[in-house]
């Protein structure tokens, strides 16, 4: 069966502008959840979204928000872009009841 | 609060020798523990999780981890390294209210032929 999916691959953007990354979960997985991976911070939790709720969220500020659809696909955006914010953006899906997250090839991100 | 030190942010081994990756946890409950691996310009493969059924635990291209309580250890081996297996690895902790992966520092595997 296919994986997740994220989309677009690659991204520039400019300072200040607004960006929205793409994910499809694997089929059947209704948890989607979002990581930021830098080489100073390392990967770190954005926030997870089950049934469209956002269930849980980390220590980001409010200028990255996300959303769920009906069909488990997810949303990330990111406002008022900032150079620290170039970075590979992961999202990993989970089957609820099930331990383990199934992760797709990440978006990346280059603020100039 | 869950949490995994990686020991060693670099480890260059020989093709054909042995590949020891280490793990520390903290954890006040048991844990749910991971290994992930990277390639460059790649997500993150699932290597193998423990999720306390058993402690020695195998995953996929020949690797395996020991669960090791009394070392709060996870540890990660194969026993013939090969050219392929020269990426990044991370160890992971499913955290403590939130439920979301908490990743350590990664280990960059280099593989000297």
């Known amino acids: 069966k296919a994986g997740v999916t994220q989309t677009p691959r690659y991204l520039i953007k400019t300072r200040g502008q607004q960006v929205t990354l793409s994910c499809s979960p694997i089929s059947g997985h209704r948890s989607v959840s979002w990581y930021q991976q830098t080489p100073g911070q390392g990967l770190q939790f954005l926030f997870e979204y089950f049934s469209e709720t956002q269930r849980n969220k980390g220590n980001f500020p409010g200028r990255f928000s996300g959303r769920q659809f009906s069909n488990s696909r997810s949303e990330m955006n990111v406002s008022t872009l900032e150079l620290g914010d170039s970075a590979l953006y992961l999202c990993a899906s989970s089957l609820e009841g099930a331990v383990g997250y199934t992760f797709g090839s990440g978006t990346r991100l280059t603020v100039v | 609060a869950q949490s995994v030190t990686q020991l060693g942010s670099h480890v260059s081994v020989s093709e054909g020798a042995l590949v020891l990756l280490r793990c520390n946890y903290s954890s006040s409950v048991p844990p749910y523990l991971f290994w992930y691996v990277q390639y460059p310009n790649q997500g993150l493969q699932l290597l193998l999780k423990y999720t306390s059924a058993a402690t020695l635990v195998k995953g996929i291209n020949g690797f395996e981890a020991e669960f090791k309580k009394s070392e709060t250890s996870f540890h990660l081996t194969k026993p013939s390294a090969h050219m392929s297996d020269a990426a990044e690895y991370f160890c992971?902790?499913?955290?403590?209210?939130?439920?979301?992966?908490?990743f350590g520092k990664g280990t960059k595997l280099s593989v000297k032929p």
């Open positions: 992971a902790v499913i955290g403590g209210s939130q439920g979301n992966l908490i």
